[in-house]
């Protein structure tokens, strides 16, 4: 199996390549320039691995939510690289990577609570599980909406240990002092990458629930980020 992942969604542009298991990385903190880099970031890749963008099995992107350019980048950039090698493609959700990230910490809970910096203080927000088989499971919606809006969902209610990681919590200090005591929040800023992109997308291939080229869509969450604006009278 070899899946090309890629993601642009924040500041942390990124890209991996799994073949067989064996993983390639490239990843870089920057405030702009994620069109040019992310391409560079592929090619090196391929010729690191030595493969051919048509010998891959499938192309997995970090859909959203995320910073409107750069979620509509990476969609837009997968589209392309698929549709030329006629290659499936695997959205997968940049809050779940983070909530991936964190449950493969060293001694992280089962539970992860995911909460990224929306700007305009709000956050892109969900609650996920760590399955049987290890990969991050939803337990609800992604939700958008202020630091106050977040509430642990009512089956967490048992009072087990939760993990709190993404931009959020260090966005939003009222966000942190909001938290409950049993959840603990992640020390170090734990963005989206294309590493846990390419592993969440395993399963997927593997079954053959991939989408077509033109099906590689961004998830924004703020319904109105592409609208319009309408006059008033």
Not at 7 to 22: E, H
Not at 133 to 160: I, Q
Not at 208 to 229: I, T
Request: with cysteine; aromatic share 6%; net charge negative.
């Amino acid at each position: 199996m070899r899946i090309l992942a890629l993601d642009t969604a924040t500041g942390n542009c990124s890209a991996a390549l799994l073949i067989d298991g064996q993983l390639h990385a490239s990843e870089a903190l920057i405030e702009r320039g994620h069109a040019e880099r992310i391409l560079l970031m592929v090619d090196a890749l391929l010729k690191e691995a030595q493969q051919r963008l048509g010998d891959l099995s499938a192309i997995a992107f970090g859909r959203g939510p995320g910073s409107f350019t750069g979620v509509r980048l990476a969609a837009s950039v997968t589209q392309g690289l698929a549709y030329g090698a006629g290659l499936g493609v695997v959205p997968v959700s940049d809050l779940r990577a983070v909530a991936q990230r964190a449950l493969d910490l060293p001694g992280a809970p089962r539970r992860v609570l995911v909460c990224n910096d929306a700007r305009m203080h709000e956050v892109y927000w969900a609650c996920f599980e760590q399955s049987p088989d290890g990969f991050a499971t939803a337990v609800d919606e992604e939700r958008l909406g202020s630091p106050a809006s977040v509430l642990l969902p009512a089956a967490w209610r048992d009072g087990d240990a939760v993990f709190g990681a993404g931009s959020g919590f260090s966005a939003y200090p009222e966000l942190r002092a909001a938290m409950p005591e049993r959840v603990a929040i992640a020390s170090d800023l734990l963005l989206p990458r294309a590493t846990e992109i390419a592993r969440l997308a395993v399963p997927e291939v593997r079954n053959g629930r991939m989408l077509r080229p033109e099906q590689a869509l961004p998830v924004y969450l703020r319904d109105d980020v592409a609208r319009p604006a309408t006059s008033g009278h």
